[in-house]
């Protein structure tokens, strides 16, 4: 199948799944007991009616439905019920570079402290070093994130007086939800790329490329690494996602203004629209993100076929 | 979503154990008995699978326990005092023993890993044996839905769920088993693939067993070695979803306390108590190592094919 097919039939498939994704998520907020401004439940029955039928909250279901999918369609989801001044589009478009910069950072970091670690465990397989780098990956991957951080903070900001304790002002407040937020992406990728070059180590191409005389580190670097990274491409792209759209605790430990902490407000305090918006949102960012890593696949190890 | 990538997932594996095991000794072995004596090898599991048989047993009979505290019994003339030998790991601002609280929160956090777990486990086997069974148009369609339940950003959903509906324990139980049930499903699909060729399948559909039989007497119990495993690993991500969303306020609610509610207070006076952080955050983090450590050395120990290196 040609690659412009390829992505054509992807596409075609992310479209349905938006739209149930968007459905379900529609309804779901919709068969919710309590409405959006209960908050403000003391105010007088006309001002309320009033803002009922400025979101247009006071037409049957049927048709609010349709109108969502119509605008949703244009990427128009309304102002916030919670920032009426706001449109949704524009909160998520403000919080978007924040979370993609805390992820992208700690990606980078997970990616170039994970991968070598994982290399070196698989080539000295069996020895203390690699017992130490699973141990500790093992580890890595147990401490959850919101255990992480205080302790981080505890001892970094509390007592040594390093670093800032929270906020997302210079340079210095970037470290500590970086290295929160990467510590587990970096211990998953060391295990998945020890799996993933233990496999390609044993092979016949590998044992070719050894019998030629090449040298050891080229072996590894350069045929074996390529193969041997395939796992970790595979992850890259679904944790990207994860990773950029924000993370809801990091981001609410270290007060980050991201799209994470905005999505637990928005929900807490029942704001439709900003919900809707973030969730179709980071859906299609995963699909999209999705395609382009299976895309990336083929070009890595070109025994795949686009299916 | 996963078309492209089909081509270079491992092969499921494709002999049963009883093969293999024929050539490795004279004396055939159970693949049971076998992985038995292999985990037993792997220290690092078997110091793993004491410390948690430990932690639940301290859990289960935490209210018979000789010297345990009422874990809320408030004593606010006393308010927060640093670990010491009267309070092993000192108190909150009630006053309150946080050794007590920490081990009757290992007690929710515990129950909900283990009945969360349960609930994916016989959705997840029973759905992804049916489609791999039946094959062709079911087992699409099935897989199909699976797939689109895989691209819903769960966590968001999850959130909604909590958020919009009760926080009961029972929705939590719900949100918590909606995801977990789906990698299971591809699993025992998969494995029940390829048994479904085997020669042992055949001979119980000649005998004249029905669907049913076949899949869940014959089929089921050949894919269990997997299925432990996953289960295995499924606990203690649960366990940390659960955390996570007490963490947010979403989770466990009070009276009741888990690890990832305990947390979550004690986050909130890291600077001035931060004991009430450090010995949750450890009870917590040692837990979900030894799971995850278990986990490993049980796969190393019940895959025939010996992938003890392969992730």
Redesign the interface.
């Known amino acids: 199948m040609s690659l412009l097919a390829?992505i054509a039939r992807?596409v075609l498939?992310i479209i349905p799944?938006l739209w149930?994704?968007a459905t379900?998520?529609f309804f779901?907020?919709h068969a919710?007991?309590?409405g959006p401004f209960q908050a403000e439940r003391d105010i007088p029955a006309a001002a309320k009616e009033q803002l009922m039928r400025q979101y247009g909250l006071d037409q049957p279901l049927v048709r609010q439905y349709g109108r969502f999918l119509a605008n949703a369609v244009r990427l128009d989801f309304g102002p916030s019920y919670k920032y009426p001044s706001r449109q949704v589009r524009e909160i998520i478009f403000e919080a978007l570079p924040v979370s993609a910069e805390l992820g992208g950072w700690a990606l980078l970091l997970a990616v170039l402290v994970g991968v070598p670690i994982g290399v070196i465990a698989a080539v000295k397989?069996?020895s203390r070093a690699d017992y130490a780098a699973m141990?500790l990956a093992?580890?890595g991957?147990?401490?959850?994130n919101?255990?992480l951080?205080?302790?981080l903070?505890?001892g970094l900001s509390?007592t040594l007086y390093l670093l800032p304790p929270a906020l997302w002002q210079g340079p210095e407040s970037r470290i500590l939800p970086v290295l929160t937020l990467s510590t587990a992406y970096i211990a998953y990728i060391a295990?998945?790329t020890?799996?993933?070059m233990?496999?390609v180590l044993r092979q016949d191409y590998i044992r070719t490329a050894r019998a030629k005389g090449l040298g050891e580190s080229v072996v590894v670097a350069k045929h074996a690494l390529r193969l041997g990274i395939?796992?970790v491409v595979?992850y890259i792209g679904p944790a990207a996602a994860r990773i950029m759209?924000g993370s809801?605790?990091v981001e609410?430990?270290f007060s980050v203004p991201g799209l994470g902490r905005y999505?637990?407000n928005a929900?807490?305090n029942?704001d439709y629209t900003l919900?809707l918006g973030?969730?179709l949102f980071?859906?299609s960012f995963?699909?999209g993100l999705?395609l382009v890593i299976?895309?990336a696949?083929?070009r890595l190890?070109p025994?795949?076929?686009?299916? | 979503?996963?078309?492209?990538?089909?081509?270079?997932e491992?092969p499921t594996l494709p002999a049963p154990a009883a093969a293999v095991q024929t050539l490795a000794s004279s004396r055939p072995e159970s693949l049971w008995a076998d992985a038995w004596k292999r985990l037993r090898r792997n220290r690092?599991a078997v110091i793993s699978a004491a410390f948690l048989a430990w932690i639940v047993f301290t859990a289960i009979f935490a209210p018979w326990l000789p010297g345990m505290q009422d874990p809320t019994l408030q004593d606010l003339k006393l308010g927060a005092v640093p670990p010491s030998l009267a309070h092993w790991f000192g108190t909150d601002e009630l006053g309150r023993d946080t050794f007590a609280r920490v081990v009757y929160g290992g007690r929710i956090s515990l129950m909900v890993g283990v009945v969360a777990t349960l609930v994916s486990l016989i959705v997840g086997v029973s759905w992804g044996a049916v489609a791999g069974y039946r094959g062709g148009k079911t087992d699409e369609l099935m897989m199909r839905f699976v797939d689109?339940l895989y691209?819903?950003?769960y966590?968001?959903?999850v959130?909604?769920?909590l958020?919009?509906?009760s926080r009961s324990i029972l929705m939590l139980f719900v949100a918590l088993g909606l995801v977990q049930w789906l990698t299971m499903a591809r699993i025992v699909r998969g494995q029940v693939l390829s048994l479904k060729q085997q020669t042992f399948v055949e001979a119980a559909r000649a005998l004249g067993a029905g669907d049913a039989a076949v899949i869940f007497r014959h089929i089921v119990p050949n894919t269990l070695g997997p299925v432990i495993v996953y289960t295995t690993l499924t606990v203690?991500a649960i366990i940390?979803q659960e955390?996570?969303l007490s963490?947010?306020g979403l989770g466990v609610q009070p009276p009741d306390a888990s690890w990832?509610t305990l947390?979550?207070d004690?986050?909130r006076v890291?600077?001035l108590f931060?004991w009430l952080?450090?010995f949750p955050?450890l009870a917590?983090?040692?837990t979900?190592?030894c799971f995850?450590?278990l986990g490993?050395g049980l796969r190393d120990a019940l895959d025939p094919q010996d992938r003890r290196?392969?992730?």
């Open positions: 390829f992807r498939l799944t149930v994704i379900l998520t779901l907020i919710a007991p309590g397989q069996n141990g093992l580890a991957v147990s401490v959850p919101f255990v951080g205080p302790v903070v505890l509390l295990r998945l020890r799996g993933g233990l496999e395939l796992p595979s759209m809801i605790v609410s430990i999505l637990v929900a807490f029942r919900v973030e969730v980071y859906a995963l699909m999705n299976d895309i696949y083929t190890d025994r795949v076929e686009l299916a | 979503m996963s078309g492209a990538l089909r081509a270079v491992p690092a689109i691209s819903l950003p966590i968001f959903l959130i909604l769920l958020v919009f509906f203690p940390l955390a996570f963490f947010l990832g947390v979550s004690g986050a890291l600077a931060p952080v450090v955050g917590l983090s040692l979900l190592f995850n450590f490993d290196d392969v992730l």
